[in-house]
């Protein structure tokens, strides 16, 4: 079975426990938390994945790092995850539980470029103007990005919604030169 | 390039930069996870349909062919050194096409319609995508009318209609391309003022050209041009030095400039030449793409790849407009070996064969066609009756002196009827020899196989029937041409018709002077 489908798995597994022992927002900020640790030090990542560590020596690891961070439930998950020999998708599995948990409250992560900080009032507007587009409750992650000359690029899952100065110079660059045959 | 002007340049600036506020561009994108081999691995494209076009950087083209649940494969046309891991993947929304329209004839084309010739851009109609369903049982008429390929020995025993799909399959080197451009030459005819005042149509032509040396296709064009072929003729190009998926789309590419043609109510030939090449190719990119391998290495779907681009051949009802699609799709065979996979697979889509044998090639007999296992399943409906009747016992004839053929060492020790027959045979293959670039109208067809199978090379020494023959169509052409304007109007023999061409070879049989 392809990793995709086996973080999915783990993933719902774990959403369902957290919503039968209504520990959700817990669960979901343990995981969170989780998911930072892993991206942030390097090291614990290696170590996890390592087929050399034993499965004890990791077990350790985890106890020490997360028994006073974490709800028992969370810890439990983990441990479970590491018995199953699944370790090393560790992180698929939480970032997928993120994915699953925004679909399912209608939450979305819009990553936008912009090429000079905006006002409060100019952000105000941009996240009503996404929100209608996307017809869900949007959190903007903030990219400052000089090269894109003005205007905004946001991302949302995969569509890219582009009104940036760059990519319209680049549209008329082609439609001068007339390069590419298959864009009429 | 055409110049561009300072003043068209401002208007489109304003034009582009107009609106920009409340213009925003919205697309599809996705990530490259792998990229290598001309196969791209790419997360995202959640709405990305099959066979769709996608955008790399660097102007690198792709398609989608696999669709999983997390990523999509794509098959790149373009070199895949240009493409990075982690790369944005844009959507076009168009499934894979190619430009059509008439001003596609007389040029040469990659699969994806750039134009190769130099001749500049072509100013094409529309595009049609290269995939489509075949036509159903209601929109299909039978076979009727003759697809002349001007080569005497398939006019008349092995008769190709218009929608027909007749398989060239043979070794390397015993001239299988060469039949088809003998045939796509002969086409020039029926674009002739001529044809059109006998009510013959005219049938358009696309070579498509599927792994082969650069330079071959270059003589293959000359070749073309050189008489006066190319202007009725679109050559779709995919050589050999061009990835596998150009390779793989190639003859998809053809059949839809044919099936443009056959919309509009006329004729197209498409030669694709080859098809195990091809399939060699599909190979190659499904086996990238981790698809399971079957028989030989081959995907489970090698069948399908070639039984749903030769049904699109086809000849539409009247309803339609009565056009048609020939297919002839050639296939290498390796050291004569017809049950191989793919050639078995083709044999039994197409209706019919053309088996070109290396021996009887080097024996000298060119076209080197064994006419014992070539068949047309089809095609005789479509001969014109005036070659029916002359050729109805050739084929017989043939196969009678093929089964005495391992007595002819025996020489004079052999009974009459039995010699009759070698000399009869021996003197029929001489005369269905013939010369590359050479093809013969179906009149002088008709006189010629009338004199071979009544026997009136019985006389002429073997050496001399292809002087004979040739000699007596001028004689005719000079003293008769009333012959060859009955059977070009008429297309039936009529028995005055029969008693005037006999008066004419007994005549011309006693004039005739054997060579020393």
Do not use: W
Request: hydrophobic fraction near 40%; proline fraction near 4%; glycine fraction near 8%.
């Amino acid at each position: 079975m392809s990793d995709f489908n086996v973080s999915s798995r783990y993933a719902s597994a774990l959403l369902a426990v957290a919503n039968d022992t209504k520990q959700f927002d817990v669960i979901a900020a343990d995981v969170e938390l989780v998911l930072k640790c892993f991206l942030t030090v390097k090291e614990l990542k290696v170590a996890i994945n390592s087929p050399i560590i034993k499965q004890e020596k990791k077990l350790q690891i985890i106890e020490a790092l997360f028994k006073n961070n974490v709800s028992d439930k969370t810890l439990e998950f983990i441990k479970f995850v590491i018995k199953k020999n699944r370790e090393t998708l560790l992180l698929n599995i939480f970032k997928r539980f993120i994915e699953i948990k925004n679909h399912k409250l209608g939450l979305s992560d819009i990553k936008v470029k912009v090429a000079f900080d905006l006002s409060e009032e100019l952000k105000g507007k941009l996240k009503s103007t996404l929100e209608n587009l996307t017809n869900k409750k949007v959190s903007i992650n903030l990219q400052i990005d000089e090269k894109i000359i003005g205007g905004f690029i946001a991302e949302h899952e995969n569509t890219v919604y582009d009104a940036s100065i760059k990519h319209s110079l680049d549209l008329l660059k082609k439609k001068l030169t007339q390069g590419d045959f298959i864009l009429n | 390039m055409a110049e561009v002007r300072p003043d068209e340049v401002t208007e489109i600036l304003r034009k582009q930069l107009s609106g920009f506020e409340n213009e925003i561009d919205i697309y599809e994108v996705g990530t490259v996870l792998q990229v290598g081999d001309g196969i791209a691995r790419v997360y995202g494209l959640n709405k990305a349909m099959s066979t769709e076009l996608v955008e790399f950087p660097n102007g690198v083209i792709g398609m989608v062919l696999n669709l999983e649940e997390d990523s999509v494969g794509c098959v790149l046309f373009g070199e895949s050194s240009l493409v990075k891991e982690g790369d944005q993947v844009k959507r076009t929304g168009r499934v894979a096409s190619f430009p059509v329209g008439p001003k596609m004839l007389g040029r040469v084309v990659t699969p994806l319609g750039e134009p190769l010739d130099g001749k500049g851009p072509i100013d094409f109609e529309k595009y049609m995508p290269i995939e489509r369903k075949a036509l159903g049982v209601i929109d299909r008429s039978p076979v009727k009318e003759p697809l002349q390929t001007g080569i005497t020995a398939i006019d008349a025993m092995i008769p190709i209609g218009r929608g027909q799909r007749e398989l060239i399959i043979g070794d390397r080197q015993t001239g299988k391309t060469a039949v088809a451009i003998d045939a796509i030459i002969n086409q020039k005819y029926t674009h002739s003022e001529e044809a059109k005042k006998y009510g013959i149509q005219p049938v358009y032509c696309v070579y498509v050209a599927v792994g082969q040396k650069n330079s071959t296709i270059a003589q293959v064009v000359a070749k073309l041009e050189e008489h006066g072929a190319m202007e009725f003729t679109t050559v779709v190009s995919a050589p050999a030095s061009v990835p596998a998926p150009l390779q793989y789309i190639a003859p998809y590419a053809g059949a839809t400039i044919g099936e443009y043609f056959r919309d509009k109510g006329e004729h197209a030939l498409c030669v694709y030449d080859d098809l195990s090449k091809q399939a060699v190719a599909y190979r190659e990119l499904s086996l990238l793409l981790r698809r399971p391998p079957g028989r030989e290495a081959y995907p489970g779907d090698v069948f399908y790849l070639h039984s749903r681009l030769l049904e699109r051949a086809s000849k539409l009802s009247p309803e339609l407009g009565g056009g048609s699609l020939t297919a002839l799709p050639i296939i290498e065979t390796q050291q004569g070996d017809v049950s191989a996979y793919i050639p078995t697979n083709v044999i039994s889509i197409t209706d019919g064969q053309i088996y070109l044998e290396s021996n009887l090639f080097n024996a000298g007999m060119r076209p080197a066609i064994n006419i014992g296992i070539s068949v047309s399943r089809v095609g005789g409906n479509a001969q014109i009756k005036a070659m029916k009747k002359v050729a109805g016992t050739l084929k017989i004839d043939l196969a009678q002196f093929r089964e005495l053929e391992a007595f002819a060492k025996f020489g004079s020790d052999l009974d009459k009827s039995t010699q009759k027959t070698l000399s009869k045979g021996e003197r029929l293959l001489e005369f269905l020899k013939q010369g590359q670039y050479e093809p013969v109208p179906v009149e002088k067809q008709v006189v010629s196989v009338f004199v071979g199978t009544n026997d009136y090379f019985a006389s002429i020494p073997v050496k001399d029937v292809k002087r004979f023959e040739k000699e007596f169509l001028e004689h005719v052409d000079l003293k008769y041409p009333e012959i060859f304007e009955e059977i070009r109007a008429k297309k039936v023999l009529s028995d005055e018709l029969i008693e005037k061409m006999k008066s004419a070879v007994t005549e011309f049989i006693t004039k005739f002077k054997i060579s020393e």
